[in-house]
């Protein structure tokens, strides 16, 4: 009786209603999911499928449209609402909520429309919502990509109210499960501590993961997750769900468990201090939420996410990655002209393909001698570097290596001449003491004209040396003083507008300067999303660089990034652990080294020219492979990863033993993605000069089929030891 009565209530709940011949299914697919969307008769649109991929498309017309009804009876279109509005019947957290010209808190959004238009990679669906009370449309955009098995959505909203309506939510999607349990590992941390992953099962409630920061956003919370369904995430098998926001700034993903034991997931822009006043005409558009649901575990998910990158999102995917020496670590300021050439001999020397140099090179009136002054005065310190740039570009090139440079455009210390002409420049309340991060504040980049200057700083040093062959663009502080003078009385638009603003600018420098590649850095790796990354070829991961810390750091990292995004670099730190160990920990990213050269052993030289060479050898694996994590540090005191190239002729196995136990009981290290028919010569390579191999199998040739299935005995007793193993195909 209680289902006759659901029916024919839904059938007469709305004049929009659908005709029962007319009901319409939205199937968003890849070759391995499907998340399947489904007008209701009351005429809105709701989830009634996601999950591993349904063989046959008659079965879609059986699946439910979650529509509840009430204990006692009664009939509410309480459920899986794709974009469930506030003020509707929901009891739970919305996607959107409005409050309209005159006053009205509620949304309630009904189907009009929908299409599929092919583009690079997959296929694009667009779905139009609409109010039945008020001209206020939600476009909802899906793009499936069927091979990498990666799904990214994004909403857009508008209106055409009189006045201007207010947005104090904005997702950019809702997602459902019904599942036993829900594991969310989560990615957190601090400076030098970023990416420290811990996993909770989700109770009934919400659990919310955000950030405030407003730039440099991710310092304390990375913008990605991991939610297990029924069993914690594992490597190797399980369904998971892996997603991340393509937003630079405050973030907030909730995961919220209602009264039937079902989640949804909502990632969104935190909406902390941010209520959008929204004009007519105008479009809100939220950032892209990319996911993907792996039925084999983390480790499938992670493979598929860095495939899509390299295909797809990440600048210059599938170009070549430059080697580097960078002199921060080396010189800190206290460098001039001629200790700058002396290390581009010594990057030549080394093998690696440019010469970075970091902070410390600019300002004049106050020069940048410290972190105090400075910033935002882009002119190049005459006593320090009389010849400017281009001597250095020279020198690069007497030397044989490509020259890149350190910027923070987005910053501003106070004392610069660019604060003391430009103070409403910088956020910061206009009646208040200015209190400070690490001695500066943030440029408005909600203000036109201070993007303007932002995308001047890249513009001219390209215009007037062309030779420049690379940027790190770094951003150290969080918003300050959180006041935009360009907004005004419209403060609830600053953390928005500011982020909008930051990307006008990387994408007027990708436009105009394509070819350039660039590290984004963000006082470590605070800034790591995959809007950014459209104009970035990789980034920087942490300032923490004691390999120790990176294994844990870069492994984390990995979940979502491919190891061409990924910057690492050999310094000091950690003076413990052996230069092998530290450069074969960076040797499994994009690799670069922080240090001098003069502070090394002959024998330590030796070993990284040989090194770097090895590295510049396997990088079509390294770079371009498929990357599979065989043993987790977080499981052992040891940790293993292996490449694959795309043919399977190549392969290359770090593995580390990090603190081992007393005589603790060590497993063979079992390898993935190899060709089973195939045989392969076994080498251990990146060896200190007058050193032999200890690995059993070395100069063997064994099956694909045997080093999977059997594996390598690589791991040892000794603390920060470390093996790379070379993997050919005969």
């Not at 937003?247 to 941010?274: C, H, K, M, Q």
């Not at 909600?446 to 303007?452: I, L, R």
């Not at 870069?554 to 979502?560: C, D, I, L, V, Y």
């Not at 080093?707 to 040892?716: A, E, I, R, S, T």
Request: proline share 5%; with cysteine; hydrophobic share 35%.
């Amino acid at each position: 009786m209680k289902k006759v009565l659901l029916a024919t209530a839904l059938a007469c709940m709305s004049l929009t209603q659908v005709d029962a011949a007319e009901q319409k299914i939205i199937r968003i697919s890849t070759d391995n999911t499907d998340l399947v969307l489904q007008v209701a008769p009351n005429g809105r649109l709701y989830q009634s499928y996601f999950g591993e991929k349904l063989l046959h498309e008659n079965d879609l017309k059986n699946l439910p449209w979650n529509i509840h009804a009430g204990s006692d009876g009664s009939v509410t279109p309480r459920g899986w609402e794709v974009y469930s509005g506030s003020g509707n019947e929901d009891y739970f957290e919305p996607a959107i909520a409005v409050t309209h010209s005159d006053g009205n808190p509620s949304t309630y959004l009904y189907y009009v429309s929908s299409s599929t238009q092919q583009v690079e990679g997959g296929t694009q669906t667009t779905i139009n919502l609409r109010d039945d009370k008020y001209p206020v449309d939600v476009t909802l955009h899906y793009v499936a990509y069927p091979k990498e098995n990666v799904i990214k959505t994004w909403s857009e909203i508008k209106h055409q109210e009189k006045k201007p309506v207010y947005l104090s939510r904005y997702a950019s999607t809702m997602l459902y499960f019904n599942r036993t349990a829900y594991y969310l590992t989560e990615f957190s941390g601090d400076w030098a501590k970023e990416m420290q992953m811990s996993t909770q099962q989700l109770q009934p409630g919400k659990k919310i993961l955000d950030t405030k920061l407003g730039s440099r956003a991710a310092m304390h919370m990375q913008p990605f997750f991991e939610v297990g369904l029924d069993q914690p995430a594992d490597e190797q098998k399980g369904d998971v769900l892996m997603g991340t926001l393509g937003w630079t700034g405050n973030f907030r993903f909730t995961f919220e468990v209602d009264n039937a034991g079902n989640l949804r997931i909502i990632p969104a822009i935190n909406p902390y201090a941010s209520r959008y006043e929204l004009k007519a005409d105008e479009v809100f558009t939220t950032p892209e939420f990319i996911f993907t649901l792996s039925h084999e575990g983390t480790g499938a998910g992670s493979r598929n996410l860095q495939a899509w990158a390299r295909n797809y999102q990440l600048k210059d995917g599938k170009g070549s990655r430059m080697t580097l020496l960078n002199n921060w670590e080396n010189t800190a300021f206290n460098f001039n002209q001629e200790i700058l050439a002396g290390l581009m001999k010594e990057a030549k020397h080394l093998g690696v393909d440019m010469f970075l140099l970091d902070d410390g090179w600019f300002g004049n009136k106050y020069p940048r001698k410290n972190d105090h002054a400075g910033l935002g005065d882009w002119e190049v310190t005459h006593d320090k570097l009389p010849g400017g740039i281009k001597a250095l570009t020279d020198a690069a090139k007497e030397a044989g290596v490509k020259f890149g440079i350190w910027i923070e455009p987005e910053m501003v210390n106070p004392k610069s001449e660019l604060f003391e002409k430009h103070p409403d420049w910088a956020i910061h309340y206009p009646n208040r003491d200015m209190y400070f991060y690490r001695n500066q504040l943030v440029l408005d980049l909600s203000n036109p004209k201070v993007q303007d200057y932002v995308y001047s700083v890249v513009d001219n040093i390209l215009k007037e040396n062309p030779e420049v062959a690379y940027f790190k663009w770094d951003c150290n502080s969080p918003i300050t003083n959180i006041y935009s003078p360009y907004l005004k009385d419209k403060q609830g638009q600053l953390y928005i507008d500011h982020v909008r603003g930051v990307y006008n600018v990387m994408k007027r420098v990708k436009e105009n300067h394509p070819d350039i590649p660039m590290m984004l850095c963000s006082g470590g790796g605070a800034r790591c999303d995959y809007e950014a990354l459209k104009y970035f070829t990789e980034f920087w991961c942490s300032d923490n660089t004691d390999p120790v810390e990176r294994i844990f750091i870069q492994w984390g990292f990995s979940q979502f990034f491919p190891a061409k995004a990924m910057c690492a670099h050999v310094t000091s730190w950690n003076r413990n652990t052996s230069i092998k160990f530290r450069t074969d920990v960076a040797s499994m990213c994009k690799l670069g080294f922080d240090l001098g050269l003069k502070d090394l052993s002959k024998d330590e030289l030796t070993y990284c020219q040989e090194a770097v060479a090895n590295w510049k050898h396997f990088q079509p694996a390294i770079m371009d492979g498929t990357q599979y994590r065989l043993v987790s540090p977080y499981e052992s005191n040891h940790m293993a990863v292996n490449y694959v190239s795309k043919d399977k002729s190549q392969a290359i196995l770090f593995a580390y033993d990090i603190h081992p136990r007393f005589q603790e009981k060590l497993m063979a290290v079992k390898l993935q993605g190899l060709n089973p028919d195939a045989m392969y010569k076994i080498e251990e390579i990146n060896l200190m000069p007058h050193t032999a191999s200890t690995l059993k199998a070395n100069g063997k040739v064994l099956s694909g089929d045997y080093l999977m299935k059997v594996g390598l005995d690589v791991f040892g007793f000794a603390q920060t030891r470390s093996h790379v193993i070379s993997i050919t195909a005969q």
